[in-house]
């Protein structure tokens, strides 16, 4: 898959550098370049891409007016930030973004990057294939933007066993790490409640894919995710149980 994309950065060393970087890759064809905001939607306006790289600071259009902008055209690109900034992690999370890039951006991190915005631009086409409408734009899959070692990544929903309230905040954890981010849980509880997450305690909502082990009957209610038990609490263990129930239903069903 030969893949097109859009370097938008008011910094011309910037672009100069990524269009470079970008150019090594073998999947990537024609490389356009903007230096604002407006230049960037003037072009795609008339140029369909695959993908666009958007700096977040920018003069005038910043990278997340500009992803919001293209969001509502036909055939939205596969959208990468790339910025010095950590704090737009979250921001970026909300719009949907294949990937959050730090610079300096290395070489082996843009692979990555890249990897996703195949993954994404793939999966539309198959939809296109199957019928489905294809203006809903590429179909990612559901991440988060995470911080471990001062270094922004994404992480698939899917990964996560297990979240830990920390205040304001939220630790997920996965089977190789956990991640800190800056969520509250009841948060999440709701965005995550279609996708097998379930609140079992004030401080811990679980994926019920991951649990290994139920001991709901017992004067300490617990569920067991791998080597690590959690508590149930009292209050919630009616919808729990409902929510297995439900789920045993669905499988017999099947």
């Excluded at 939607?41 to 977040?56: H, K, N, Q, W």
């Excluded at 698939?156 to 905040?169: H, L, P």
Aim: no cysteine.
């Amino acid at each position: 898959m030969t893949v097109s994309v859009l370097i938008a950065d008011d910094e011309p060393p910037a672009v100069a550098e990524l269009a470079f970087l970008l150019g090594q890759d073998p999947r990537v064809g024609v490389i356009h370049r903007a230096g604002s905001g407006a230049e960037a939607i003037r072009l795609l306006a008339g140029e369909r891409v695959d993908a666009a790289f958007l700096d977040v600071h920018m003069p005038g259009l910043s990278g997340f007016d500009l992803a919001r902008a293209i969001g509502r055209f036909e055939h939205p690109p596969a959208l990468v930030f790339v910025t010095a900034d950590e704090d737009g992690a979250l921001e970026a999370f909300d719009l949907e973004a294949v990937d959050y890039l730090l610079k300096p951006v290395r070489t082996e991190r843009l692979e990555r990057a890249m990897n996703r915005v195949i993954e994404a631009l793939r999966a539309s086409r198959a939809r296109e294939a199957d019928g489905a409408i294809a203006s809903a734009g590429p179909v990612r899959p559901e991440s988060i933007a995470v911080s471990l070692g001062g270094t922004t990544r994404m992480i698939r929903r899917d990964e996560v066993r297990y979240a830990q309230a920390q205040g304001d905040y939220t630790r997920l954890h996965t089977e190789e790490a956990s991640y800190l981010v800056r969520v509250p849980i009841s948060d999440l509880e709701r965005q995550w409640a279609g996708d097998g997450f379930v609140r079992v305690h004030r401080s811990y909502l679980v994926q019920l894919g991951y649990v290994t082990r139920l001991r709901l009957s017992a004067d300490q209610p617990n569920v067991t995710i791998g080597q690590v038990q959690l508590p149930v609490s009292r209050r919630l263990l009616p919808a729990l149980r409902d929510r297995l129930e439900a789920a045993t239903i669905r499988r017999s069903d099947d």
